[in-house]
């Protein structure tokens, strides 16, 4: 089975550009969740949705949106890129039974982001 | 608040020893617990994960945890490192009551020497 997918892998942008990243969860997962990774730190949570509306939020400005699609795949996206926005975003997929826990997250491979 | 400390941000070991990597946790309420490898320039894995009964938990490649509630630990061990597991790790809590969201430490890379 394919693993969480997300692209691109790398991208560039300039301060004030916006960004569109996208993910798409292991076959027969509802949740996905979003994280950025600084260099040198670990993940901090962005969002999370399941069955396409938001469980969870972040401590992370209005700047940063996100959706889910009804084939459970996800778009974060970045309004007026910072130099501070440059990080690794990912994606994490998970069963997501809430009431339950959300079950196993399982990351993808990231997208890098660099603003110059 | 709940928060995640990972107590060592490096630890460097020879090849065929022994490693434990700490991580220590606060929170209020019951906890999942997880730990994560991330090899240089890819995503995160799943080592193993603590969501209840048994306290020691047996991951992938070798690797075990051991949930401590009353120290609010969950050390990560390995009896022998061999030189691929070189890579960052990372400690993770998620709460019953808070759904998707983890909590990550710093982060602790593991450098194996031949």
């Known amino acids: 089975d394919a693993g969480v997918t997300q692209s691109p892998t790398h991208l560039i942008k300039t301060r004030g550009q916006q960004v569109t990243l996208r993910c798409s969860p292991i076959s027969g997962h509802k949740s996905v969740s979003w994280y950025q990774q600084v260099l040198g730190q670990g993940p901090q949570f962005i969002f999370q949705?399941?069955?396409?509306?938001?469980?969870g939020r972040g401590n992370f400005p209005d700047r940063f949106s996100a959706r889910q699609f009804p084939n459970y795949s996800s778009e974060l996206n970045v309004n007026a890129l910072l130099l501070g926005d440059s990080a690794l975003y990912l994606c994490?997929?998970?069963?997501?039974?809430?009431?339950?826990?959300?079950?196993?997250?399982?990351f993808g491979p990231g997208t890098r982001l660099l603003v110059l | 608040a709940q928060s995640v400390t990972q107590l060592d941000s490096q630890v460097p070991v020879f090849e065929e020893a022994p490693v434990e990597l700490r991580c220590n946790y606060s929170?209020?309420?019951?906890?999942?617990l997880f730990w994560y490898v991330q090899y240089p320039n890819q995503g995160l894995q799943l080592l193993l994960k603590y969501l209840s009964g048994s306290t020691l938990v047996k991951g992938i490649n070798g690797f075990e945890a051991e949930f401590n509630k009353s120290q609010t630990s969950f050390h990560l061990r390995k009896p022998s490192v061999h030189i691929s597991d070189t890579a960052e790790y990372f400690c993770?809590?998620?709460?019953?009551?808070?759904?998707?969201?983890?909590?990550f430490g710093q982060g602790t890379e593991l450098s194996v020497k031949p």
């Open positions: 929170s209020s309420v019951s906890v999942y």
């Open positions: 994490a997929s998970s069963l997501g039974v809430p009431g339950l826990g959300l079950g196993t997250q399982y």
């Open positions: 993770a809590v998620s709460e019953e009551n808070q759904g998707g969201k983890l909590i």
């Open positions: 949705y399941y069955e396409k509306e938001e469980r």
